[in-house]
């Protein structure tokens, strides 16, 4: 206070001389030579009084707080960038299909006597899953062995009669014609034997139809037939499916086809039974679907993650990826009339200010943007407390 006092006394003086002056002047009516010396002098005392007013401000800005507004800091939180790698994904809904499926129905129609399996059970490849009745097929059987019985035991009489006349016809015993016509009726009848083996082996394969086999290993998933009614080919089955080799099916917008090509990497999720695994584009159809306006794509599913078919599968298809960038918080990304800016903390001297930075970005996805131009390593962005300052304020990342 008290170099406030000197500083008041030295201004009221100079006020009071200088109007001093000027009244001695008038009433005295002094010569031009004696108004320069004294306006100098007053120039000169002014010069002094700047001086010693500029030192003791400076004196009373070091001790003085109240003095003047004194800005305040703002708070913020700043995280310096670093380099890292950026991906975009394009995410899709699909489904857990099975690769493999079988219908199984008979190769013939007969009524259904039993049906060896149960839904919901494991069944192997080759397993006997269902009997049609088939009496009047094994009948036909039986009565084609019975004939096949009676031509064999003519076929050996008559390789008998005709070893006898060939041995006789050695013996120069007998005609020629006898003995030809022995051997074509053993000729006829080894013809007639192959023609019933080979009627007995048809009847018995149509006979055997009449047992319903699977031609996959898998789960029963759904029975149409019953016992009793008939069992036809294409009418009532024994669903089986696969479990063991499944894919995920999923389709693709037209628009994202250039982005998506076999082999590509995906994301699976199972949300339904909180499971995750990585895999690749299996199949991608070459054409776009009527109706869907998409593509088929397909993904194989890794052995052991017991999944089912028709679970709900959220797919992320990487379309983009960039190694070394810059990636922030969309959050932090701000926009006026010349563009998009971030806000940076940048020391200047002993302080640290709060910068404006035009920014230049690529992909978004999720909470992240990619900056492709205007941040690098080592800057420290403002991620909270930036929407309430500006270019230039003073900011601090320490509480009171």
């Not at 995906?266 to 299996?282: G, L, M, R």
Request: some cysteine; hydrophobic content about 35%.
């Amino acid at each position: 206070m008290q170099k406030l006092t000197r500083l008041s006394f030295l201004i009221l003086f100079l006020a009071v001389a200088s109007s001093c002056g000027n009244t001695n002047k008038k009433e005295g009516g002094g010569s031009i030579s004696d108004e320069k010396a004294d306006l100098q002098k007053l120039k000169s005392d002014r010069q002094n009084l700047d001086v010693k007013i500029d030192v003791l401000e400076k004196e009373i800005a070091k001790v003085d707080t109240t003095g003047g507004v004194k800005e305040t800091p703002k708070l913020v939180s700043i995280e310096p960038l670093k380099l890292q790698d950026f991906k975009h994904y394009l995410d899709l809904q699909g489904v857990v299909d099975p690769r493999n499926i079988s219908y199984v129905t008979p190769k013939t129609s007969g009524l259904i006597t039993s049906i060896l399996v149960k839904q919901g059970e494991h069944v192997s490849k080759g397993q006997l899953v269902a009997r049609l009745d088939n009496s009047i097929a094994t009948q036909n059987v039986s009565a084609i062995k019975q004939q096949l019985v009676s031509i064999r035991a003519q076929l050996e009489l008559a390789k008998s009669v005709y070893q006898r006349q060939q041995n006789l016809w050695d013996q120069h015993i007998g005609t020629e014609v006898l003995l030809l016509q022995d051997k074509t009726n053993v000729e006829s009848l080894e013809g007639q034997l192959k023609a019933v083996q080979a009627q007995v082996n048809s009847a018995q394969t149509q006979a055997n139809q009449s047992n319903v086999y699977s031609d996959v290993s898998g789960t029963v998933d759904e029975i149409t037939a019953h016992v009793g009614e008939s069992f036809t080919p294409g009418v009532g089955y024994i669903k089986i499916v696969n479990t063991s080799d499944l894919k995920i099916t999923v389709t693709v917008p037209e628009n994202y086809a250039s982005k998506i090509a076999k082999g590509t990497a995906v994301e699976v999720e199972i949300p339904d039974i909180n499971k995750t695994f990585s895999s690749t584009i299996s199949f991608l159809s070459q054409s776009v679907g009527a109706n869907s306006r998409g593509l088929s794509a397909e993904a194989k599913v890794p052995a052991g993650m017991n999944l089912r078919p028709n679970q709900i599968a959220l797919i992320r298809i990487l379309d983009y990826s960039a190694t070394n960038t810059i990636v922030i918080n969309v959050n932090t990304l701000q926009n006026d009339e010349d563009g998009k800016f971030v806000l940076v903390a940048a020391k200047e001297g002993n302080k640290l200010i709060a910068r404006k930075r035009k920014v230049v970005i690529g992909e978004l996805y999720g909470d992240k943007i990619e900056i492709k131009q205007g941040l690098k390593e080592g800057d420290e962005l403002i991620t909270q407390g930036y929407q309430s300052i500006y270019d230039g304020q003073l900011i601090t990342t320490e509480t009171a």
